[in-house]
């Protein structure tokens, strides 16, 4: 998956979090703000390889228990 293709994700989830938000549906909001976490985790990620002069395909979806585990 590339930046662009990560970023389109980003903005779907957006709208699913906003919608689950909208029709009361806080399980459903939950899950997409992992699926979120996940991605923009995914993105930072690439950019980080990137600017490491290593491969951005080198990076992948880490489990959510560990994205939900960071630190802010």
């Known amino acids: 998956m590339n ?3 990560i970023l389109a994700k980003i903005h779907d989830l957006v709208a699913q979090e906003r919608d ?3 029709h009361g549906d806080p399980e459903r909001r939950r ?5 979120l976490d996940q991605a923009w ?4 990620q ?3 390889l990137r600017e490491a002069g ?4 080198d990076a992948h979806e880490r489990p959510a228990g560990e994205v939900e ?3 802010q």
């Open 69 to 71: 585990g960071y630190l």
């Open 54 to 57: 290593k491969n951005p395909d």
């Open 31 to 35: 899950r997409v703000e992992v699926a």
């Open 20 to 22: 689950a938000t909208n």
């Open 41 to 44: 985790d995914l993105l930072r």
């Open 46 to 48: 690439r950019e980080g």
């Open 3 to 5: 930046d662009d293709e």
